[in-house]
């Protein structure tokens, strides 16, 4: 007798999938639908991905699916990319549950029905006798203009109570949400006209264009325009952008200018949003859909067009659990639905670029800055023979006053949190340390605490070294703390504001923060990477980084290319009015790449770049896939990774190491990792994939932490 069994995703970190029967009495569920499942002792929500063979299940012991939620829930493409990603990205096929269904249908509950947010009158409504009834004969009054918000008819003075009776009477029914007016933009220059008319080309087919376009081309007006002609035939948009690039600002650019309500989704909204607006995407009811990595995932009805701006941001790379990069996963999808795909960046990755050398991408340029203002000056200064105090240089100092007594405002860039990045004894040298992780541990002076970075511990300052009981305690090194102290003392008369995550907690306070530099007064802003990224600061004259050359010569091949990209993202906010001045600080500028950024040409160095890569053999010319390891033993978690490495089917694959990681310890324990690389794709991809099981069968993987990171981020 043949056995109609289903494989089901169950959200548990193994590296398969598990069978079930049907409930009695039904018939298989399709795949793709939401089911409650027996699991060891427990009850867990998982997702059907197909039949199991008929010939590997045992009756006897298969399990019945306990109850089908939803039947086809995810739908076949959403289902078969989530599908792929898991396996691409060597994953735990379960995660797919955790990322194809948002947080509350991950619950053994009915889905909830919707909230209502917009409210219209309905034929009864508007002939119904109200005469006994007249605070329902009021809300026929307020939307006797058209349809109203929920807040809006609260602040008229409806009750909750009131609309609900209504609502379940029929006198108004749930609609949605009126369009904000669409307004025009500005008419497109001849480079972003030829970058658009590609794009439309396109638009029935896929294509990846990569629109590289320098600060202030006009890149968001490209897409704007793109998305305006796929929106009136009735299509869906999705827009990606990294975690710090989806503030209220950029929303209601969107918004105002296509005349759709953006339905976003990050991880910051709450469980309720973020589910309404995963169903919107799905009924097709969202237009316009903007969101982080995550929001590739979107169940999309009738999609027309994706859109990933800053792609070469390092914040579509998840760092934990699937371990996916959504602008890749985003590029899959495009090719699978058929549609194009726009990336869109000033400073492409180096795999984007390599991808438009090859022909795979369609590299579309903007070169000119579109408004009137031209690149920022560029200059260079080396802080050898200066006199330096709290990381600045006198000419530093001067230039800035310089630009604040010309009414503009100051942006000073430091990728480095806290007062003092170290902590040493004048007498013994001591430094301070912390005792879980290899790195030093930082002075941060308004807390008074030394905090280290990776592991999230602290411990007061000592007033005496601990070895030698020298009061001689330096710090060494000045922190966006420590400078914005100094430039307070400085610059009395003017507002000094620093955005780095000791202050800036959330979207709020950012949000705040830019708020304030809109009035455009002269103003100093002291700030990590999140002021490098794409806000609009118009009032900055004056950019200025500092001390970034330990990332010219990190052990970590990635680090030149994410300097190269900081400092032209942070050169691009100076001058978006008039022409506007950067200054790298830098004890090598002549160092290639510092020359050729300073002929303001990123696509040079990012060639140059390439280059060091083909030579060293390194991505994006050859895939690489990293075994990483970690255990409270140094000796554990190397000796795994070399049992791994013995295990790994050679022929296409050239493994190195075990390798330390180049923060050798964190939180207590010592990480090491394996690369495993291939010019091959699907060579690599066979074999993470079989490694995986490989590895949870080996009695030595109990003893340590382990996971495949394919197309890893950081060494
Ligand atoms: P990017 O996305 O490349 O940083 P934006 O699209 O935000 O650039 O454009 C930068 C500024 O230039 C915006 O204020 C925008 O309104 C303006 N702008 C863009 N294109 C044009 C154009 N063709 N004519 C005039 N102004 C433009
Ligand atoms: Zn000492
Ligand atoms: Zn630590």
């Known amino acids: 007798m043949s056995v109609e069994a289903v494989q089901v995703a169950v959200p548990v970190p193994l590296y398969r999938l598990f069978d079930y029967l049907p409930p009695a009495g039904e018939p298989a569920p399709p795949p793709g639908s939401r089911v409650l499942v027996p699991f060891g002792s427990r009850k ?12 590997a299940v045992d009756p006897e012991r298969t399990r019945p699916i306990e109850r089908v939620f939803d039947a086809g829930l995810i739908d076949p493409e959403l289902l078969s990319l989530m599908r792929w990603t898991t396996r691409y990205y060597a994953a735990p096929p379960g995660e797919l549950v955790n990322h194809a269904l948002p947080a509350i249908l991950r619950r053994n509950r009915e889905i909830p029905t919707p909230r209502v947010h917009w409210l219209r009158c309905t034929p009864a409504g508007a002939e119904a006798d109200l005469r006994r009834a007249p605070r329902q004969r009021e809300v026929i009054e307020l939307l006797a203009a058209g349809a109203r918000s929920r807040e809006a008819l609260g602040e008229a003075g409806a009750s909750a109570a009131t609309l609900r009776r209504m609502l379940e009477t029929g006198l108004v029914e749930a609609c949605r949400a009126a369009p904000p007016p669409a307004a025009p933009g500005p008419d497109l220059n001849p480079d972003q006209r030829a970058a658009l008319a590609a794009i439309l080309c396109a638009r029935n087919r896929f294509e990846t264009l990569l629109l590289a ?17 796929l929106l009136r035939r009735g299509r869906q948009i999705l827009v990606l952008v990294p975690e710090i690039g989806l503030t209220p600002q950029f929303v209601r650019r969107l918004e105002a200018r296509l005349g759709r309500k953006a339905h976003v989704f990050h991880s910051g909204l709450g469980e309720r949003e973020r589910l309404e607006t995963w169903q919107a995407a799905r009924s097709g009811e969202a237009e316009l859909l903007i969101g982080t990595r995550s929001a590739v995932f979107l169940p999309l009805m009738r999609p027309g067009l994706l859109i990933v701006d800053e792609e070469h941001d390092g914040s579509f790379k998840q760092f934990d659990a699937m371990r996916y990069h959504a602008r890749d996963v985003a590029v899959l999808r495009a090719s699978r639905l058929g549609i194009p795909i726009v990336l869109g960046s000033a400073t492409p990755s180096l795999e984007s670029l390599h991808n438009a050398e090859r022909g795979r991408y369609r590299l579309l340029l903007l070169p000119e800055r579109a408004g009137s203002a031209g690149q920022p000056h560029w200059h260079v200064d080396d802080p050898c023979g200066q006199r330096v105090e709290h990381g600045l240089t006198d000419k530093l100092v001067e230039r800035i006053r310089k630009t604040l007594d010309g009414g503009e405002q100051v942006l000073v860039y430091r990728n480095r949190r806290g007062y003092a990045p170290v902590l040493i004894c004048n007498e013994c040298g001591w430094q301070a340390d912390c005792d879980h992780c290899s790195a030093h541990l930082t002075w941060h002076r308004s807390a008074n605490r030394l905090n280290c970075h990776h592991c999230g511990r602290y411990r007061s300052v000592p007033a005496r070294c601990p070895e030698c009981h020298s009061p001689q305690i330096q710090a060494v090194g000045a922190g966006t703390e420590r400078i914005e102290a100094a430039l307070m003392e400085l610059f009395p008369e003017h507002p000094v504001l620093r955005a780095d995550r000791d202050v800036v907690r959330g979207r709020d306070d950012f949000e705040a923060l830019l708020d304030q530099v809109a009035t455009g007064d002269p103003c100093i802003l002291v700030g990590t990477q999140m002021l490098a990224k794409g806000h609009h600061l118009p009032g900055i004259g004056l950019a200025i980084m500092l001390d970034t050359d330990q990332l010219l010569f990190s052990a970590d091949f990635r680090a030149p290319e994410r300097l190269a990209q900081s400092i032209v993202q942070v050169a691009g906010r100076a001058g978006r009015k008039q022409q506007g001045r950067f200054i790298l600080q830098s004890r090598h500028p002549e ?23 083909r030579d060293a053999g390194l991505p994006p010319w050859q895939n690489l896939a990293m075994v990483r390891a970690e255990a409270q033993k140094a000796s554990d978690a190397a000796g795994f990774l070399r049992e791994v490495a013995r295990r790994i089917d050679g022929g296409a694959i050239q493994v190195a190491g075990p390798l330390a990681a180049i923060l050798q310890r964190r939180a207590g324990f010592w990480r090491y990792q394996l690369w495993l690389m291939s010019e091959s794709r699907t060579a690599l991809s066979t074999e993470t994939a079989r490694l995986t099981e490989v590895i949870e069968a080996m009695r030595e993987a109990r003893t340590v932490r382990w996971h495949i990171d394919v197309d890893p981020m950081e060494v």
């Not at 376009?213 to 002609?229: C, N, P």
């Not at 020359?595 to 280059?611: C, F, P």
């Open 44 to 55: 867990l929500v998982g997702v059907v991905t197909g039949r199991a063979s008929a010939a």
């Open 213 to 229: 376009g320098v600060t202030g081309s006009g890149k968001t007006e490209v897409y704007l325009q793109a998305a305006r002609h």
């Open 591 to 613: 160092h290639p790449l510092i020359q050729t950024l300073a002929d303001g040409d990123y696509l040079s160095a990012a060639r140059l770049m390439l280059e060091e890569r």
